[in-house]
């Protein structure tokens, strides 16, 4: 399968290259970057607080693949632990 060859091929020398260019900055860690410093200094106050979740958190929501239909439901449900209540 030759474009598969050049699928993986391809995605290597991507990360490869975007791996060089991570090299070559003088701030590597978003922790460490004096812009995000600032931000939170100044207007977030700490990495959690509740502005900074409000702000800057996300949330899961599985979506199909085609507008409007639902997602699939999983293959089997999760198993009930002791402490839920029974199905109705």
């Not at 409007?68 to 199905?87: E, I, Q, W």
């Amino acid at each position: 399968y030759p474009r598969k060859d050049l699928a993986f091929d391809y995605r290597r020398k991507r990360a490869e290259a975007l791996y060089r260019l991570d090299l070559s900055k003088k701030v590597r860690r978003a922790h460490e970057n004096p812009a995000v410093k600032k931000i939170y200094e100044e207007f977030l106050g700490h990495p959690l607080s509740e502005k900074a979740k409000k702000l800057l958190h996300t949330t899961y929501t599985p979506r199909g693949r085609v507008p409007g239909l639902r997602p699939r439901a999983a293959a089997t449900p999760p198993a009930a632990d002791a402490h839920s209540p029974a199905p109705s």
